[in-house]
């Protein structure tokens, strides 16, 4: 059972006898002396009584007070972390070896597109290369014969000429590869490996991340312009933030942003990145964007968060957690200890954020109070008045 010591309080001939003494009219004194609020009361309780009820005990300190902006948003895509893989040929699907969800790394094989376009640009890569070795050698030969005056000028000037046709027309098939995407490197090493066909197209992996949409089936006709993936790295997203044009003066690009989303995705903190210098007509708002770390994925595309941007931030000599407060009697008190018993105290607030209001009056550092729980307490109060 709790028990309660009562402190004094003023009788009503007393605060009569000052209200006159103001210069007051009897009947104006007499009402303030009737409506005066009674002193509050002092709780004592022990240790096992406080941990039964929830009641957690601080200490006042120097705190820092964190000037925001709050808004809603939203969890996307981060568009520089994300990537549609088109073939560059027309051809057919022979192998599909990634499918929606799998993840992939750098270079890693996702399907395999068997393409006449594909084979007749190799083959025209590899006779342009074979051309070139035989004008090379023609002209070396030519070249040695010269100095030696046995052929003509004019015979050395032809083989260096058709030697240098050899090489434009080797680069300009070469040039053509790669604009299918297929590497040089690659294309030589299957020119080594006969039981590889001309026709070979493979699509790899651009990036390390995961397939976010698969487009394509086996025997199916792919085109040059039509995404067969969409690969996503999701180890960064974007977070867009809709904040109203009267607090845009506020925030700036690199301010902190605390993003909570309940559940398992707790908080996490990123950075602005971009403000929109456009107000959207709709919802007369205007999109703040900041970039969220997402290493384990907890942070899924589309969830709807809440974003905090703290845009000031303040230390003050004394300060106590938002849940120390409470209304008592119209005013605003905090229960303080005070020896074995907890006091409610009434204090003067300052500045605040979301987790610590600064204490004006009424509260020293180092003095201990009640830092949850303290309904409970205002309870007991109430209840044996």
């Known amino acids: 059972m709790i028990t309660k010591a009562q402190q004094a309080k003023p009788s009503y001939p007393c605060l009569l006898t000052a209200a006159l003494a103001l210069g007051l009219s009897l009947p104006v004194a007499a009402s303030l002396a009737a409506d005066a609020p009674a002193a509050p009361k002092a709780l004592q309780l022990s240790a096992e009584q406080q941990k039964n009820a929830g009641i957690e005990m601080a200490t006042a300190g120097a705190g820092i007070i964190r000037q925001s902006v709050t808004a809603p948003g939203k969890i996307v895509i981060n568009a520089d972390r994300i990537a549609h893989v088109i073939p560059r040929v027309t051809g057919v699907v022979r192998e599909v070896r990634k ?34 070795k035989l004008a090379e050698a023609t002209f070396k030969r030519k070249q040695m014969l010269w100095q030696e005056q046995i052929v003509s000028q004019q015979s050395f000037e032809e083989a260096r000429q058709a030697m240098e046709l050899a090489e434009v027309e080797e680069h300009s098939a070469a040039q053509k590869l790669v604009a299918m995407d297929m590497p040089l490197k690659q294309v030589k090493k299957q020119g080594q490996q006969p039981g590889l066909g001309l026709s070979r197209y493979e699509i790899r992996a651009p990036f390390s991340g995961q397939i976010l ?24 997203v974007w977070v867009d933030l809709s904040v109203y044009p009267k607090d845009l003066d506020r925030i700036s690009i690199g301010e902190s942003v605390m993003i909570s989303g309940g559940g398992k995705t707790a908080e ?26 997402n290493q384990d994925h907890r942070w899924q595309p589309g969830l709807f968060v809440n974003g905090e941007i703290v845009t000031d931030q303040l230390t003050v000599p004394v300060a106590v957690a938002r849940s120390g407060l409470l209304n008592l009697h119209n005013q605003t008190v905090v229960f303080v200890q005070e020896g074995d ?6 204090v003067v607030t300052g500045k605040s954020d979301h987790q610590l209001i600064e204490i004006v009056e009424g509260l020293n550092a180092g003095e201990r109070y009640v830092s949850a729980g303290v309904f409970v307490l205002k309870s007991e109060i109430e209840k044996n008045q």
């Open 99 to 132: 499918s929606t969800g799998d993840s992939v790394i750098e270079g890693e094989l996702m399907a395999v597109i068997e393409s006449m376009e594909i084979a007749d640009a190799r083959a025209a890569y590899f006779s342009a290369a074979a051309r070139k």
């Open 213 to 236: 949409e698969r487009d394509m089936v086996l025997g199916e006709a792919t085109q040059p312009n039509i995404p067969v993936f969409v690969l996503g790295n999701l180890e960064s």
């Open 268 to 293: 996490a903190l990123a950075k602005v990145i971009y403000v929109r210098p456009v107000v959207s007509e709709e919802s007369r708002a205007t999109t703040v964007r900041a970039i969220l770390t």
């Open 341 to 346: 018993a907890l006091v409610p105290r009434p």
